[in-house]
């Protein structure tokens, strides 16, 4: 019975939903999802998109809300002008009544407010459609900010969840683009985003990790959490009323430099970027605050972004390659990070020669990040490369810093400030430690694979065996066979010599930072290196000698 009726709540908030839709002028993406049935002919029109998909979003309530800001960072899936409307989109909402935020956080701590707090101020300072934000005071005196999340809010994101799964499900079995672009994937991938907003022991945790990553650093600050007033429902962290990142009139009169402190910004992104691999991806005013001795206070980290260090090691190359004008490099990169069906690779590298030509003239420190993640992820959305949302998400976040950077001082840009910060994290990531880290890193990942090797080429022979009689129909030509058998035999020994060269080079360099890392005497023995470069020379001639052999022709 629970079910049924979970069932027909469905049906009626997707009633509601196309009525919304409708009432925009949305139907049109009503018909492209399949749903026809719940739109009259006379209103399968399109209108301005970007504005009237907005204002929908913003009808519908929180997750649509959430799932509008989501997509306003996919430059790579939407065209500029919906894009240019999205980022737009306000969460704002009703404050939450006092009795309510008393019930939560007495349910959530399991004590009365007047216990937990020395003060609570009733009117929040902020109110958004999945939570709102109150100050208070600890006993201890301790000025704090209090996140509480809305009464019955989750309840009501999982029912918009499965409908949105649901439907993501339909149009990916009926469109082509909706297969193309795996729009249930896309859909989970926010089911995960916005189930971790939330969560607020999730935001306290990276909160946590931000101010590790800053521990020591005078230029930056970072909210402590109060663990034991936090909860999956209600946040409590460390407050101070610094002056409005973008208030110049009040940080002038504090006896703030704009310059400095824009330089201090640009400063900790970079760090947070290239160094940390974690990032603050809505470093918008209302986020930022600048404390006495223009220190950068940053709050609110409900919007993070993940680089992995194979993420890290593609942007920087990419960069790199776009100053030096390497097109092919470019073009590796891309398809590295992202994900493509049918490319036309031929006309992508067209492209990508154009958009190098746009840079190649400017000195490697005159590349601007920001351009050139803007323009690589038009370019993806025009060739319909999917990149990681990560990626997305950092060029939101770069936009968001190149506005910040241009109120407070309109003649610089981004990339001026960032260059020294950008070399230095270069340099770091260049020294023998970093290196013989990744090396280590990529060593592991080798070995993982040699490991599983076995298993898997006996899975493979068993479906071969298996379908044996389907394999002989649909393989007839022995050439053919005798074809995939010299490639896989050359392909074998390839990657055998790859994974020996890598070892090598990891214990050249491990060779170069033996005194700092104390490393085994026998490990950087000549002997042992000796042998090592043998392995690495044997396996490399018979990888010539295979290619040699199997470019010969065969007699018929």
Not at 277 to 286: S, T
Not at 365 to 386: C, N
Not at 463 to 483: A, C, G, M, N, P
Not at 507 to 531: C, E, I, Y
Request: hydrophobic letters at 45%.
């Amino acid at each position: 019975m629970m079910k049924v009726a979970t069932r027909r709540a469905q049906l009626a908030r997707l009633r509601e939903i196309s009525q919304v839709m409708l009432r925009h002028g949305l139907g049109f993406l009503l018909v492209e999802a399949g749903l026809s049935h719940l739109v009259p002919r006379a209103r399968r029109r399109s209108a301005t998109r970007g504005y009237h998909l907005r204002a929908a979003l913003e009808e519908l309530g929180p997750t649509f809300i959430n799932l509008g800001q989501a997509l306003s960072t996919r430059r790579d899936l939407l065209p500029a002008d919906v894009i240019r409307d999205l980022e737009a989109l306000q969460d704002q909402a009703p404050p939450m009544p006092f009795s309510r935020v008393r019930e939560v956080i007495e349910g959530e701590l399991g004590r009365p407010l007047e216990e937990l707090f020395a003060s609570f101020t009733p009117e929040p300072l902020a109110a958004a459609s999945i939570g709102q934000v109150h100050l208070a005071v600890t006993r201890e005196g301790r000025p704090v900010a209090v996140k509480v999340q809305r009464w019955g809010i989750e309840e009501r994101v999982e029912a918009d969840l499965a409908i949105l799964e649901e439907t993501a499900a339909l149009i990916e079995a009926r469109t082509a683009w909706g297969k193309h672009y795996g729009l249930r994937d896309l859909v989970r991938e926010f089911a995960r985003t916005i189930r971790g907003e939330l969560d607020y022991r999730a935001e306290a945790e990276r909160c946590t990790r931000f101010g590790q990553n800053f521990a020591g650093d005078p230029d930056v600050r970072i909210p402590a959490v109060l663990p034991e007033l936090t909860t999956s429902r209600v946040l409590t962290l460390e407050y101070e009323s610094g002056i409005k990142i973008s208030d110049l009139d009040a940080l002038r009169s504090a006896g703030y430099r704009p310059e400095e402190v824009t330089r201090k910004l640009v400063r900790a992104m970079m760090r947070q970027i290239f160094a940390h691999g974690l990032f603050h991806a809505d470093p918008h005013p209302g986020n930022l605050a600048v404390l006495p001795g223009e220190v950068i206070f940053f709050m609110d980290f409900g919007q993070v972004g993940h680089l992995t260090p194979h993420q890290q090691d593609l942007l920087q190359e990419g960069l790199t390659a776009l100053a030096q004008g390497d097109v092919d490099t470019m073009v590796q990169v891309a398809l590295d990070l992202g994900t493509a069906g049918d490319l036309d690779q031929q006309a992508f590298s067209a492209r990508v020669a154009q958009l190098v030509e746009k840079y190649v003239s400017r000195p490697m420190g005159g590349v601007d990040p920001v351009d050139a993640v803007r323009d690589a992820l038009d370019l993806a959305r025009e060739f319909r490369v999917r990149v990681p949302a990560s990626f997305a998400l950092l060029g939101k976040c770069l936009g968001t810093l190149e506005a910040v950077v241009t109120t407070l001082d309109p003649g610089i840009s981004v990339m001026d400030i960032a260059r020294p910060t950008a070399q230095e994290i270069l340099r770091r990531r260049a020294s023998p430690r970093a290196v013989l880290r990744r090396a280590r890193r990529d060593l592991g990942t080798w070995w993982s694979m040699f490991r599983r090797l076995p298993r898997r080429l006996d899975r493979v022979v068993s479906k071969l065996d298996r379908d044996s009689l389907r394999i002989r129909f649909t393989l007839e030509d022995q050439e053919v066979l005798r074809r995939v058998e010299r490639l896989a035999t050359r392909l074998s020994l390839a990657i055998l010599f790859l994974g020996a060269a890598v070892m090598v080079t990891g214990l050249v360099v491990a060779g170069a930072a033996a005194g700092a890392l104390h490393l085994p005497a026998w490990l950087l023995s000549p002997a042992f290196l000796a042998g090592a470069g043998a392995v690495v020379a044997l396996l490399g001639l018979a990888v010539l000698i295979s290619a040699l052999l199997g470019s010969r022709p065969r007699p018929r």
